[in-house]
């Protein structure tokens, strides 16, 4: 069974005592095992697995970045327009006559 951050659970003991097996014992089993020929292509072929099993979140996912990416656009387009020729922003009015403050970044949490 796969469990996430702690490989695939071991049927039965083993030498080492049963436990997961990790992500580079599961690669390396698949290419001593001679399932696939090298690393590179047991971990592809790995990946391609999880993705096939989980294609549902995938989806979602991808929806998600679809729109994230469109709002970046619309983002980077207001931007633009509100730019002078100079590439700088002109002050706002807002800000001057209701005393607003300017946004800044908060910084990062530990």
Not at 65 to 89: H, K, S, Y
Request: hydrophobic share 40%; proline share 7%; aromatic share 4%.
């Amino acid at each position: 069974m796969l469990v996430p951050d702690q490989g695939i659970e071991r049927q039965g003991g083993s030498a080492t005592g049963g436990g997961a097996v990790s992500s580079l014992e599961a690669v390396d089993i698949l290419v001593e095992s001679g399932v696939r020929a090298t690393r590179s292509d047991a971990a592809a072929w790995l990946i391609h697995a999880g993705i096939e099993a989980n294609t549902a979140m995938f989806t979602s996912v991808y929806e998600t970045v679809v729109e994230i990416r469109r709002l970046r656009e619309v983002a980077c387009n207001q931007a633009q327009q509100a730019m002078r020729p100079d590439g700088a922003f002109p002050a706002s009015k807002l800000s001057r006559d209701e005393g607003a403050q300017p946004i800044r970044p908060e910084p990062p949490r530990p």
